[in-house]
């Protein structure tokens, strides 16, 4: 849209036959009538960016995306208790904690405003490249930095205003948001816990694909030709700059190559070893990656009413859960899972009379000595989420599914063309954040350009959003000579033929 709208002659190749990737839609044709389940991401936060997105093409989101601001955001229910009901308003907040522990719920408010300060001093930070070392250095980078606590985690951080380990999960669990251990992720992501707190959380109507549905239209409105079903065999290149993309129909010559594919699948198959200087095969092969995701979409007969739209159910062992998804070697007995129950806010999601159950259980990354999923471990992990399944209040499952598809980690690498099935991308510990993560312009082929959750900011749809834009305003910088410093003027004028 970014690029279409600046006025280049944008095409898109996309090897599936629709749009969307990890955020488009599984459309199951029963005999009950049809299902349809979002195969990724179901938390839509801070909309903010993409609607600056449109609002920057001349165009309103709202005009064809409706996000529905969810009342009660999710229910958090502890294997042993207590089942809380979260919601944005502070005061309830308080009253929930209270029910894990009275002295935490008296620094729910220190810790709101705390973050809020921190929020505000990263999102600068998050918008702009870091292409180089140099970058922090900058003022706002030295401005920020007492609140990184750079050696500080999530959980540790959270040690500063709560005692109980329930309320450090309360608000931690959301670094599973970036496939990552509350002891692990930098304290830097405390700030997830506070935007859903302050911004809320959203679901779009007809699930996340419909917004990539809409983003499809919006970016052909805009000129740019989508090409379904066209996967890219190679990016083509002449004296380590890129001049186009192999397809099965020829090479198709462009300035620039925009990258979207998933990082380290990319570069292992799309550009050989030998024109990567920083990020060849070797170096991918030694970095962290983001836990998997065991997955079953449910069409069910009746309706939940009883469930909330997305339900988080915390194993009482928790640590030992995160322990045995970093090992990846087994799957765990103590799994907790996250559960969407969609139908509550959009019935048209599944037959009148159905609802659509989604299940989430984390587990490891695919590796070298790691689990194998066979179809025994399937089978072994769907008894696992049934059972737990009903632990976590879901009870006669089982015998209402009119529909069932089962994702595993092998199934993200084989059909969604995802790097060792680590749906997460690659992990946001501090050396593989900021200038340490794949560029927006990619250091390694000139012309290159990174979009997606393997490059700067990182992973989940705000700040892929935000990193598309990164990655357009460095190409527009690139390709408009004339304003190489300006380019807040030049979107300005942009000619309005663009909109037509
Ligand atoms: C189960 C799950 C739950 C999640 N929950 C949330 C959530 O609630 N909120 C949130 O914000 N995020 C969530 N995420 C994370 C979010 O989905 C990802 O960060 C995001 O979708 C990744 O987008 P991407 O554009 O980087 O990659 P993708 O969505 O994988 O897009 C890459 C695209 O490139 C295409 N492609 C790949 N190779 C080629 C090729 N050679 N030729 C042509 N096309 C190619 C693919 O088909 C795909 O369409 C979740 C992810 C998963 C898997």
Redesign the pocket.
């Known amino acids: 849209m970014l690029l279409a709208h600046a006025g280049a002659d944008v095409t898109v ?4 036959a629709c ?5 488009s839609a599984i459309d199951a044709e029963t005999d009950a009538g049809r299902f349809r389940f979002d ?7 801070y909309p903010q960016i993409l609607k600056d997105i449109f609002s920057r093409c001349g165009l309103y989101m709202e005009d064809t995306i409706t996000l529905k601001r969810l009342e009660e955001h999710y229910d958090l229910a502890f294997e042993k208790g207590p089942t809380l009901r979260l919601n944005s308003c502070i005061e309830a907040l308080e009253r929930e904690v209270s029910r894990i522990d009275p002295h935490d719920a008296r620094n729910v408010r220190q810790f709101v405003a705390d973050n809020r300060k921190k929020f505000r001093k990263f999102v600068p930070i998050l918008r702009r490249p870091f292409n180089s070392v140099l970058d922090l250095l900058r003022p706002d980078m030295l401005r920020a930095l007492p609140m990184l606590r750079p050696m500080s985690s999530v959980d540790k951080d959270l040690a500063r205003y709560f005692k109980n380990p329930k309320t450090h999960l309360a608000f931690s669990f959301q670094s599973k ?1 970036l496939g990552m251990s509350p002891y692990r992720c930098p304290s830097l992501f405390t700030i997830l816990s506070f935007m859903e707190h302050e911004y809320g959380i959203y679901h779009p109507v007809g699930g996340t694909a419909a917004v990539m549905e809409a983003l499809r239209n919006a970016a052909e409105g805009l000129g740019a030709t989508i090409r379904l079903n ?3 065999r190679e990016i083509l290149t002449e004296n380590g700059c890129a001049v186009g993309v192999q397809t099965d129909e020829g090479p198709q010559k462009a300035d620039a190559v925009v990258v ?3 990082f380290a ?2 570069m292992n ?2 550009i050989p070893d030998r024109k990567r200087k920083r990020w060849t095969n070797r170096v991918l092969e030694r970095k962290k990656y983001s836990c998997s ?1 065991f ?1 079953m979409y449910l069409g069910i007969e009746g309706t939940l009413p009883n469930h909330g739209h997305h339900t988080i159910f915390l194993a009482e062992d928790y640590d030992r859960n995160f322990a045995e998804i970093e090992a990846g070697t087994s799957l765990s007995e103590a799994a907790s899972l996250y559960v969407q129950n969609a139908c509550v806010t959009d019935p048209g999601q599944a037959p009148d009379g159905h609802s659509t159950l989604y299940v ?1 259980m984390p587990v490891g990354h695919l590796r070298d000595g790691g689990l194998e999923w066979t179809d025994e471990t399937r089978a072994e992990a769907r008894k696992l989420v049934m059972a737990r399944l009903e632990k976590a209040g879901f009870t006669d499952i089982e015998e209402r599914i009119r529909f069932e598809k089962i994702v595993t980690p092998a199934d ?1 690498e084989d059909t ?3 790097h060792k099935g680590a ?3 690659l992990a946001h510990n501090l050396g593989q954040m900021l200038h340490r993560r794949p560029h927006n312009c990619f250091e390694d082929v000139k012309n290159v350009y990174l ?4 490059t700067h900011p990182g ?4 700040v ?1 959003f935000e990193g598309a834009r990164i990655s357009s305003d460095l190409l527009i910088r690139d390709f408009t000579p004339e304003r190489p410093r300006s380019l807040n003027k030049f979107f300005r004028k942009t000619p309005a033929h663009a909109l037509s």
């Open positions: 190749f996309e090897r599936h749009v969307g990737g990890r955020s195969v990724g991401p179901t938390f839509f936060l948001y066209t996967p890219i979207n594919a998933d699948q990319a198959r799309l995701t997955m989430l993200w969604y063309a995802v749906v997460f991308n979009v997606g959750g393997g992973s989940g749809l705000p892929i």
